[in-house]
Each structure stands twice: as structure tokens, then as C-alpha cells.
């Protein structure tokens, strides 16, 4: 804009804060009554030994219902009565056959012994093309993948024992539990044996679906791809179980911000066209843009930002078994999860691309966690754009990225930088100019500093940046900023529509920003 010529003052990203450089110590790992640890405690700070931790088998409704369970039945049909038996006798019994399959097709009727209601409504297409495209060699390494993933399917008991508590809605609370018991329930997952998963209309209907079915159906080229990242995954896990742990926390935000009266300046900012969150921003606290149902269409046939993270960091898939959908001010930090798979591309053009190796000695934390920190926030999803210059949704945003931002008891010094990029932009409609205000009030109010991937868009990345150096030079405070938004807003209402819909070019915003500022009286 004409309006301002000022010298770049954004920080470069060399000087921002990572981790583990800036971590703080942490506690030593113990249980509580908002904090479930799947491990022996005992045994990890003693001989940092991973045993699983033994526990009731609990069947109601703050817990997973676990495939294992004595209440986990199924009716079977005999020539004269139906009897109830053991679900996962049936279970064990037919992943047990899996010993020596060598089709797709013996997956699905495994799968369909105990999914029986589905036989007619499962689809296995995209796992039947997928085997069908591979060559005699690697359709003998992927049934023996297959066959070892089974094994350790069954051993769930063995290796989750103690029941897993539900991440509710507007609550607090952590799950810790180690790559193992990870893995052996994204087994399960991939079986489909986890019960009253599976309709709509079950008393799990606000969580997001956890057995992988949908994954096997409306074969693909993305399907073929995303199996391959799946499958891939297990492979390197049943090769080598890395020894560790990850926490999934639940976060939810008690206190509403009075942004109006913020007094803070704006955070330093990088922003740049080049990179991705989870390369660039290594060490940092890496956005996922995510749907309420975390995970999104992961299973299904989403494959944007969130589904291919949770494709590369399939641990993270874990979190849809006990995470209910997100409310407004709640978000999901998870730590310590690997990355597995390289890719390129993005939605239809995505591809794996192969293993990613965790470079030689990486290191861990207390916790035995990689320092991988995750937060899942979800951005309102929009039908038509200028929805959007609405302040009930404004302060929505500015809470939702608050919530998943802030820390309660890290000084500032010791808080990593946030990556982030176009939360909400792409599939959920928003406007990636006022995101980035939001994003970065957020940040600021939260004292965090804030690098900014656009993704490849360069006239993106010169307009954030120039309206970062412009309120930092100004120094423009938060709560100003947020009643320059109102004012905006005010001022788009008293437009009408066929107004409206041209003053939303983008850049409109950020025009009336600099004019604002410069002749206070003009607007
Ligand atoms: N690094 C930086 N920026 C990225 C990356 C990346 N790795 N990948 C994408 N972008 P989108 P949303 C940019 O559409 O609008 C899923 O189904 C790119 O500019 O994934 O919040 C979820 O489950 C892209 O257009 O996020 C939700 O249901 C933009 O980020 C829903 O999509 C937005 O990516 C969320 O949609």
C-alpha cells in the first residue's frame, strides 16, 4: 500500500525459540485424577522399563470400549437359538486365520466375522486395488505385514490392560501411553474391532470414527496412497517398536480474553512462501488445521493439511478412539508422536514418498516423548466468504487460536514459537488475510512469537509482512487492532450487498487498516 514504506522489521527465524533448546525441565512423569498414564510409573523412573500398567476392565461411558471387554458380545445364530458369545474369542479366532492369507480378500471376511451387521454395507474396493496393483514380491511383504499387524492386534490385553478414559468436551485431561500401545490399538483400528464404533447413531456419534472400513472403501489413486502411508507405518513399527512415549492432552479455555482492552504490542513474525509447518517448523508448536472431528476425512477421503499429518504421524490417528468433537474453546495438544513417511503433493496429487528416518540420536524428554508438539485447533468452516466480517465469529477464532496458543505455567522465554499458515483457508472457506491478524493477536496475547507459511503464495507473504511491520512500528496494540476489526465490520455491514461483495477483495481489510491509522477521522 501506498500509505506506508517502512523498513522490514520481522525477525528472522533463525532467532526463534525450538525446542529442545528452550525447554524448560519438566516434572517428573505421575499420574493424577485429570492425567492417565498407560504405563507403569514404577517401573519407568526406575529402570525407564515401558510395562503396560494393569487396570479394570471399565464398560460405561467415560471410557473406550475396549474390543477385549467380557461385555463386548455378539450374537450368533445357531440351526435352533441364537447364543451370545465373546466377540473377541470370534476376534482372535479370525485374525488368528490371517497366519496364512494370501488375499485381500480373506482380510475382508475377517474382518466382516465380526463386523457381521456390515457385511453388506462394508466396501473393500480401495484394499482389493490396492493389492491388485502390486507386484508377486511386495504383495508377500505387505500379507506379511498384514499377518504380524493381526498379531499384535490380539495381544491388545497384554498390551493395554488398563481401560482408557474419554477426552470430553470442555474438559482437562491427558492421556499418556507409549508407541506401543499406540500401534497395537491402530491395529485394532485397522481390524475394525472396536465396538459401538460404527453407526451414527450410537452413543459415541460425537466422536469421530475410529476402525479404518472407510479406508477400505471407493477404491482410488488416494486411497492406494494413503494405504501405502498406513501400511508403511506398521511396517517400521513391527520392524523396530521405538521405545517412548506421547501425551494427548486435552485443553479446554475457562477465561474469555477482553481483547478490546488488550494492551500487548504484536509479536515478532516470520512469514514466508516457502516451507512447510511440520519441516520449517521443527521444534515448534506446529498447527494442524483440524476439523471438530479431529482427524477430519483421514479414514475417509480427505488428504489436506490435517489428513496428511495424520498420515505421516499416523500415532496421531489414535487420538480420534477418545477425543469427542471439539467445542469452541477447546483444542488438542499432542507431544511426542514420530513421523514415519515422507511425502509430496497435496490432495489428489499426494503421494508417500518413502520412509522418514528420525536423524541419529534425536532427542527425548524426561517424559521419554520426541519433542513433537502438535495442536489441533478447528477453524469455522464458511459457506460463503464475507460470512466471515462478523465479530461473534471473530472473537470465536481469536479464542479457538488463543486456546490452543497459550501456556499457563511456561514463562514466556521458555515457550517455543508457533508454525502456523492458512488455518481455516482452504477447504473451511476463510479469508487468509484476517486469519493472519487473528492468528497473530493470538500469538501475541499468548507471548509467543509466530512463524507464518503461506504455502507458496508470495503476494500473501509481502501483505502479512507488511502489515506486521506497520502495527509493529506503530505500535498498534492488540486491543486496537481488535476495534479496527470491529470498525471494519461495522462499517461492512452498513454497506449493501453488491457493495459488500467487492469490498471483500482481501486486501480491502488491510486498506482500511493503514487508512484508519493515518486519518483517524476519515472512516
Ligand atoms: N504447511 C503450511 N501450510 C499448509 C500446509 C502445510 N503442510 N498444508 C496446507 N497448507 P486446509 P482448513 C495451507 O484446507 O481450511 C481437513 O479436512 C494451504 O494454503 O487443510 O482449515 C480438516 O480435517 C491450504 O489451502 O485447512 C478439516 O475438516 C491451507 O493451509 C478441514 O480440512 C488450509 O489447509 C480444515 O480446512
Redesign the pocket.
Known amino acids: 500500500p501506498a500509505v506506508f514504506i517502512g523498513k522490514n522489521i520481522a525477525v528472522g527465524m533463525e532467532e526463534f525459540r525450538r525446542a529442545p533448546k528452550c525447554s524448560m525441565e519438566l516434572d517428573s512423569l505421575e499420574f493424577g485424577p485429570k492425567h492417565t498414564v498407560l504405563i507403569d510409573i514404577k517401573a519407568f523412573k526406575t529402570y525407564q522399563e515401558l510395562k503396560p500398567v494393569s487396570g479394570l476392565d471399565i464398560w460405561n461411558t467415560d471410557y473406550v470400549k475396549m474390543p477385549y471387554s467380557e461385555k463386548n458380545i455378539m450374537i450368533e445364530s445357531g440351526v435352533f437359538t441364537d447364543s451370545k458369545k465373546p466377540r473377541w474369542e470370534k476376534i482372535k479366532k479370525s485374525l488368528s486365520k490371517l497366519n496364512r492369507i494370501a488375499t485381500s480378500k480373506a482380510i475382508e471376511e475377517a474382518i466382516k466375522s465380526y463386523n457381521m451387521k456390515y457385511k453388506d454395507e462394508w466396501h473393500f474396493d480401495a484394499l482389493h486395488m490396492f493389492f491388485s496393483r502390486v507386484d508377486d514380491r511386495n504383495k508377500r511383504e505387505y500379507f506379511s505385514i498384514i499377518e504380524r499387524m493381526a498379531n499384535l492386534a490380539v495381544n491388545l490385553p497384554l498390551i493395554c490392560p488398563k481401560s482408557i478414559p474419554l477426552l470430553k468436551a470442555e474438559e482437562d485431561r491427558i492421556i499418556t501411553l507409549s508407541h506401543e500401545q499406540i500401534a497395537c490399538l491402530l491395529a485394532n483400528a485397522f481390524f475394525c474391532t472396536f465396538p459401538h464404533r460404527n453407526s451414527k447413531r450410537s452413543e459415541f456419534s460425537n466422536y469421530p470414527d475410529i476402525n479404518f472400513n472407510r479406508m477400505f472403501a471407493d477404491g482410488s489413486e488416494q486411497k492406494r496412497q494413503k494405504l501405502m502411508t498406513i501400511l508403511h507405518y506398521f511396517e517400521m513399527v513391527l520392524a523396530k517398536m521405538p521405545k517412548g512415549l506421547v501425551t494427548f492432552e486435552r485443553r479446554h479455555l475457562k477465561d474469555k480474553i477482553c481483547w478490546k482492552s488488550s494492551k500487548l504490542e504484536v509479536t515478532d513474525l516470520h512469514v514466508s512462501d516457502e516451507?512447510?509447518?511440520?519441516e520449517d517448523g521443527a521444534g515448534m508448536l506446529q498447527v494442524d488445521?483440524?476439523?471438530a472431528?479431529v482427524?477430519?476425512?483421514?479414514l475417509g477421503s480427505?488428504l489436506?493439511?490435517?489428513?496428511?499429518?495424520f498420515l505421516i504421524n499416523p500415532e496421531l490417528i489414535v487420538s480420534r478412539l477418545f477425543t469427542e468433537k471439539l467445542q469452541d474453546c477447546d483444542c488438542l495438544r499432542v507431544t511426542g508422536t514420530q513421523q514415519f513417511s515422507k511425502y509430496k503433493g497435496?490432495s489428489n496429487s499426494f503421494k508417500w514418498m518413502g520412509p522418514h528416518h528420525l536423524p541419529e540420536n534425536t532427542k527425548r524428554d524426561k517424559w521419554m516423548r520426541l519433542y513433537t508438539e502438535i495442536v489441533l485447533i478447528?477453524?469455522i468452516?464458511f459457506k460463503e466468504r464475507q460470512q466471515q466480517f462478523h465479530m461473534d465469529f471473530i472473537n470465536r477464532e481469536l479464542h479457538k487460536a488463543y486456546c490452543g496458543f497459550c501456556e499457563n505455567n511456561i514463562p514466556e522465554d521458555y515457550c517455543t514459537a508457533i508454525a502456523?499458515?492458512?488455518?481455516?483457508?482452504?477447504?473451511?472457506?476463510?479469508d487468509?488475510r484476517l486469519k493472519a491478524l487473528i492468528q497473530i493477536m493470538a500469538a501475541s496475547q499468548a507471548k509467543r512469537q509466530l512463524a507464518y507459511?503461506?504455502?507458496?503464495?508470495q503476494q500473501l507473504a509481502k501483505d502479512i509482512r507488511y502489515m506486521h511491520n506497520f502495527l509493529a512500528k506503530q505500535k498498534i496494540l492488540v486491543g486496537t487492532l481488535y476495534n479496527l476489526l470491529h470498525d471494519y465490520c461495522v462499517s461492512e455491514k452498513s454497506h449493501n450487498t453488491a457493495v459488500r461483495e467487492k469490498s471483500h477483495n482481501t486486501s480491502e481489510l488491510y486498506q482500511f487498516i493503514y487508512k484508519c491509522v493515518y486519518q483517524p477521522h476519515s472512516t
Do not use: H, L, S
Not at 482427524?295 to 483421514?298: D, K, L, N, W, Y
Not at 507459511?453 to 503464495?457: Q, Y
Open positions: 516451507g512447510t509447518i511440520e488445521f483440524a476439523c472431528m482427524g477430519g476425512g483421514v480427505g489436506v493439511q490435517e489428513e496428511i499429518r497435496y478447528d477453524a468452516k502456523t499458515g492458512n488455518w481455516g483457508c482452504g477447504a473451511f472457506n476463510g487468509p507459511f503461506t504455502f507458496g503464495d
